[in-house]
């Protein structure tokens, strides 16, 4: 089975979901977050419907950094289907697959929430995403593990 591909190119004017421009919401413990709605169609073809739900950036004192990139995602086949990201870039940076976690199985017919996480580790340079983010989401047949499509995104940040 072929790889087909198509690009998505999205432009974002990224609005953060509290009260005030910039601020952050603090839970009262040290730890800081921070939302983006987005709610942006990525694709929507015979195979699958995927929406950029929101990215989320987190600050804890104990877990460090992190930023969460939640994307709705419906399986329109009649069968098991693996999303995962591959190939992520911040700010036209490369991101180190070993800060990444993002692998989400859909049963046939149904819908889930696919989340990349990237999460700072000693060691590893953390992305600070204040441009664009760009990456491959790879539908993966969850019973073959055959690849079988690949859909480009990029999605500037405003």
């Known amino acids: 089975?072929?790889?087909?591909?198509?690009?998505?190119?999205?432009?974002?004017?990224?609005?953060?979901?509290?009260?005030?421009?910039?601020?952050?919401?603090?839970?009262?413990?040290?730890?800081?977050?921070?939302?983006?709605?987005?709610?942006?169609?990525?694709?929507?073809?015979e195979i699958i419907k995927i929406s950029l739900s929101k990215i989320v950036r987190e600050s804890d004192d104990v877990f460090g950094d992190s930023i969460d990139v939640e994307?709705?995602?419906?399986?329109?086949?009649?069968?098991?289907?693996?999303?995962?990201?591959?190939?992520?870039?911040?700010?036209?940076?490369?991101?180190?697959?070993?800060?990444?976690?993002?692998?989400?199985?859909?049963?046939?017919?149904?819908?889930?929430?696919?989340?990349?996480?990237?999460i700072e580790l000693d060691g590893y340079d953390f992305p600070t995403l204040e441009e664009i983010l760009e990456l491959d989401l790879l539908v993966i047949d969850g019973g073959t593990f055959e690849d079988i499509k690949s859909y480009p995104v990029s999605v500037e940040l405003k």
């Open 71 to 118: 994307f709705m995602v419906d399986n329109k086949l009649d069968k098991l289907i693996t999303v995962q990201a591959r190939q992520v870039s911040a700010d036209n940076l490369m991101v180190d697959e070993t800060i990444l976690i993002m692998s989400q199985d859909i049963s046939a017919g149904k819908s889930a929430k696919a989340k990349l996480e990237m």
């Open 1 to 45: 089975m072929s790889v087909c591909s198509t690009t998505t190119s999205v432009e974002a004017e990224v609005k953060s979901d509290n009260s005030q421009e910039g601020e952050e919401l603090d839970s009262g413990n040290g730890d800081e977050a921070d939302s983006d709605e987005l709610n942006l169609e990525i694709a929507d073809d």
